[in-house]
T-cell receptor
Framework: DTGVSQNPRHKITKRGQNVTFRCDPISEHNRLYWYRQTLGQGPEFLTYFQNEAQLEKSRLLSDRFSAERPKGSFSTLEIQRTEQGDSAMYLC?????????????FGPGTRLTVL | AQSVAQPEDQVNVAEGNPLTVKCTYSVSGNPYLFWYVQYPNRGLQFLLKYITGDNLVKGSYGFEAEFNKSQTSFHLKKPSALVSDSALYFCAVRSAYSGAGSYQLTFGKGTKLSVIP
């Protein structure tokens, strides 16, 4: 068990550019979650997948954001036409469904800075 | 809607003294409650959770938390603080109902714990 991994760890981009982040969950975990954390705040839920199906999306997830989990393993989060307000830490978590009490384990995050 | 309040932005405690980090919550139905710790520039690390049963939950690194349904609280405690416990602590809640949307965690704003040598 190597834990949840995220790449890149840091990303600096210019406003208007597109960025993509990757998350590799703990193997055999069938649920995967994306959260966003800004300075001084707790993480806020963005979306989650069960296997390859995206089952829930927050209204925080604007049309510029898209997430995929094509084979039910790793996931990508893409932000198109980045804005300075997108600057945040993007956290990925995974869990194994077990009697609905699954615990979410988090990766180290990708810190995005939009200039 | 579910919510979490952590009323203290910062808690300072001397090494060796007991510590308490406070959390209150609001959720429809029964809650599942979690504590996570975050070190600088790192992700969140799971400490413990309350699902059902005994109101006192024991977790990693000597931490424990007490669930109080009437006060809708889930305070994190440790009998003797260590300097290495200094970090940011987050309380989170989700509904026990396993319908759509119930798996998302709602977090508090976090409490910075400083243990003074």
């Amino acid at each position: 068990d190597t834990g949840v991994s995220q790449n890149p760890r840091h990303k600096i981009t210019k406003r208007g550019q597109n960025v993509t982040f990757r998350c590799d969950p703990i193997s055999e975990h069938n649920r995967l979650y994306w959260y966003r954390q800004t300075l001084g705040q707790g993480p806020e839920f963005l979306t989650y997948f069960q296997n390859e199906a995206q089952l829930e999306k927050s209204r925080l997830l604007s049309d510029r954001f898209s997430a995929e989990r094509p084979k039910g393993s790793f996931s990508t989060l893409e932000i198109q036409r980045t804005e300075q307000g997108d600057s945040a830490m993007y956290l990925c978590a995974s869990s194994q469904h077990e009697s609905s009490t699954d615990t979410q384990y988090f990766g180290p995050g990708t810190r995005l800075t939009v200039l | 809607a579910q919510s979490v309040a952590q009323p203290e932005d910062q808690v300072n405690v001397a090494e060796g003294n007991p510590l308490t980090v406070k959390c209150t919550y609001s959720v429809s139905g029964n809650p599942y409650l979690f504590w996570y710790v975050q070190y600088p520039n790192r992700g969140l690390q799971f400490l413990l959770k309350y699902i059902t049963g005994d109101n006192l939950v024991k977790g990693s690194y000597g931490f424990e938390a007490e669930f109080n349904k009437s006060q809708t609280s889930f305070h994190l405690k440790k009998p003797s603080a260590l300097v290495s416990d200094s970090a940011l602590y987050f309380c989170a809640v989700r509904s026990a109902y396993s319908g759509a949307g119930s798996y998302q965690l709602t977090f508090g704003k976090g409490t910075k714990l400083s243990v003074i040598p």
